[in-house]
């Protein structure tokens, strides 16, 4: 069962140590408000997704590296909730864990979930945050 839900991503890197403990497949996710240099009249242009996918395709992709996990990273993982939580649930089941950096505090998120059904989803399948 596939989901409607489209990932945006700006850029990713298949295995790095930096972005937490362990091997991980970094993904920075593009936002609408990601903006990237100003044109000659000086007019903020909004930067266009690199990369659109599913998450049951993105997480095919993370699972045939050697990775102990994934993160997530800004522009703001929580703005793509519902998309991100069906691949961080598939990441899971896969044994793997799923981190994620975000602007916002976990308070605010708990918050955000008691109406947000993507971002209460992101949470129960994110282990580090």
Sequence with gaps: MGSDHMIKIATYIARTYVEGP???????????????????????QTTRSLLEVTPETLAQEVLQEKVVGVTLLGGEPFKQALGLADF???????????????????????????????????LTHTDIL
């Excluded at 362990?22 to 009249?41: N, P, T």
């Excluded at 990441?91 to 981190?99: A, K, R, W, Y």
């Design 22 to 44: 362990g091997v991980r497949y970094a993904i920075w996710l593009h936002s609408a408000s990601d903006r990237i240099r100003s044109d000659e009249q000086g007019q903020d």
């Design 88 to 122: 961080a649930r598939l990441i899971q089941d896969s044994g793997l864990t799923v981190m994620i950096y975000s602007a916002f505090g976990l308070g605010h998120l708990r918050s955000l979930a008691l109406e947000d059904r993507g971002v209460r989803l992101l």
